[in-house]
């Protein structure tokens, strides 16, 4: 008797679709992948942005990783519910987020909460905050190291701006954190060489600020697609997010890491759109758009499926002649692009060995939790 294809759901006609499904025994098996990539798991502080629930931050915590990094409000609110050591906030606080951000801290107490800067105005504003409030917060300089989106440039007004830090009251400097998610070259060997380039510019940073008598910083490196260059080296802390459900876009990439994809779109045929096409009921608001039309989503069951167009709520596919697909049949699809994906979707339906075991709310898709 053929092995069943891992993907599909014993009581899949009880499950309306558009649905999000995560696989856990993929999961588990992909945890234990990321610890044993490493050869000290607390170096690791995974990114909670492609999952946002607090049952797979729970089943990382049993695992024995005690460090996290989130990008908003609601994710590291989500961390201190779980009761999660040590958060990074990826994110400079600005305006009303000082203030949320430090409700945040006095909140959960067991939890120590960092957050990024890159400017002195930001500095001081989240310093005087912090003063008002009566705590100290933690910070990284985050560096500009070519993704030019936030961070300074890891020269000598970082270096400045480091120092400034270590003089302000109500704040205490921990260390560096540079994200290089410009790096996502396929060939492994081109990525290892350009983070080259950022380890070498990071290490003459942290050589000056131990001259001028400042202990050496933690340094905080990368994301999924250079975690295994920054894994193998010594006292950097890594950040791949992706591992947990993995997508289609980086197991197409990244073939050097072979992650279990963990996570399906679950749609139906809703139409007979003409003799070679179908549309199914998975559009915009249920699939991550930011990509090309042919590159939304891969369907594991339609591998000749082409996308011919799509709109919010439907998606029309080229199969060919004869491809036997009728009205209701149900297509398993692979994200391209799990992250942007999962925040479309209020909960997750959890498959263990293709049966429906339960349903886990996305918390921290929403902007605000309780904070």
């Given at each position: 008797?053929?092995?069943?294809?891992?993907?599909?759901i014993?009581?899949?006609?009880?499950?309306?679709s558009?649905?999000?499904?995560?696989?856990?025994?993929?999961?588990?098996?992909?945890?234990?992948?990321?610890?044993?990539?490493?050869?000290?798991?607390?170096?690791?502080?995974p990114?909670?942005?492609?999952?946002?629930?607090?049952e797979?931050?729970?089943?990382?915590?049993?695992?024995g990783?005690?460090?996290?990094?989130?990008?908003?409000?609601?994710?590291?609110?989500?961390?201190?519910?779980?009761?999660?050591?040590d958060?990074l906030?990826?994110?400079?606080?600005?305006?009303?987020?000082i203030?949320?951000f430090?409700?945040l801290?006095?909140?959960?107490?067991?939890?120590?909460?960092?957050?990024?800067i890159?400017?002195?105005?930001?500095?001081?504003?989240?310093a005087?905050?912090?003063?008002?409030?009566?705590?100290?917060?933690?910070?990284?300089?985050?560096?500009?190291?070519?993704?030019?989106?936030?961070?300074?440039?890891?020269?000598?007004?970082a270096?400045?701006?480091?120092e400034?830090?270590?003089?302000?009251?109500?704040?205490?400097?921990l260390?560096l954190?540079?994200?290089?998610?410009?790096?996502?070259?396929?060939?492994?060997m081109?990525r290892e060489?350009?983070?080259?380039?950022?380890?070498?510019?990071?290490?003459?940073?942290?050589?000056?600020?131990?001259?001028?008598?400042?202990?050496?910083?933690?340094?905080?490196?990368?994301?999924?697609?250079?975690?295994?260059?920054?894994?193998?080296?010594?006292?950097?802390?890594?950040?791949?997010?992706?591992?947990?459900?993995?997508?289609?876009?980086?197991?197409?990439?990244f073939?050097?890491?072979?992650?279990?994809?963990?996570?399906?779109?679950?749609?139906?045929?809703?139409?007979?759109?003409?003799?070679?096409?179908?549309?199914?009921?998975?559009?915009?608001?249920?699939?991550?758009?930011?990509?090309?039309?042919?590159?939304?989503?891969y369907?594991l069951?339609?591998?000749?499926?082409?996308?011919?167009?799509q709109?919010?709520?439907h998606?029309?596919?080229e199969l060919?002649?004869?491809?036997?697909f009728?009205?209701?049949?149900v297509?398993?699809?692979l994200?391209?692009?799990?992250?942007?994906?999962?925040?479309?979707y209020?909960?997750?339906?959890?498959?263990?060995?293709?049966?429906?075991?339960?349903?886990?709310?996305i918390?921290?898709?929403?902007?605000?939790?309780n904070?």
């Amino acid at each position: 008797m053929d092995k069943k294809d891992w993907y599909l759901i014993d009581q899949v006609d009880q499950l309306d679709s558009p649905a999000l499904v995560f696989y856990q025994e993929r999961m588990t098996a992909n945890i234990e992948k990321l610890k044993q990539s490493i050869h000290d798991i607390s170096r690791l502080r995974p990114h909670v942005k492609t999952h946002k629930t607090s049952e797979i931050t729970l089943q990382l915590l049993a695992a024995g990783i005690t460090k996290f990094k989130c990008a908003t409000i609601a994710e590291a609110e989500m961390l201190g519910m779980s009761k999660v050591p040590d958060v990074l906030l990826a994110y400079q606080p600005t305006g009303p987020k000082i203030d949320r951000f430090i409700q945040l801290i006095k909140t959960y107490p067991a939890t120590s909460f960092s957050c990024l800067i890159d400017n002195e105005y930001s500095l001081k504003a989240i310093a005087a905050a912090a003063l008002a409030a009566g705590i100290t917060v933690g910070v990284f300089v985050d560096l500009n190291v070519g993704m030019n989106r936030t961070g300074i440039l890891p020269e000598d007004k970082a270096l400045a701006l480091y120092e400034s830090v270590t003089a302000e009251k109500g704040v205490e400097v921990l260390g560096l954190h540079a994200y290089d998610g410009h790096i996502h070259d396929a060939d492994y060997m081109v990525r290892e060489n350009k983070a080259a380039g950022i380890l070498d510019a990071i290490s003459k940073l942290t050589a000056q600020l131990v001259r001028k008598g400042i202990a050496e910083p933690v340094i905080i490196a990368g994301g999924t697609p250079t975690f295994p260059v920054y894994a193998k080296l010594e006292d950097i802390e890594c950040s791949p997010g992706t591992f947990i459900l993995w997508d289609k876009g980086y197991q197409d990439a990244f073939q050097e890491q072979d992650y279990l994809t963990a996570a399906v779109v679950l749609t139906r045929v809703i139409s007979l759109t003409d003799a070679t096409k179908v549309t199914v009921d998975l559009g915009h608001k249920s699939v991550a758009a930011e990509n090309v039309l042919k590159r939304r989503v891969y369907f594991l069951n339609a591998t000749q499926a082409e996308a011919v167009s799509q709109s919010e709520e439907h998606l029309v596919l080229e199969l060919g002649p004869d491809h036997g697909f009728q009205i209701g049949d149900v297509l398993y699809g692979l994200p391209i692009h799990i992250c942007p994906t999962v925040a479309l979707y209020g909960q997750a339906t959890i498959v263990t060995n293709h049966k429906i075991t339960g349903e886990w709310k996305i918390i921290s898709r929403e902007r605000k939790i309780n904070i």
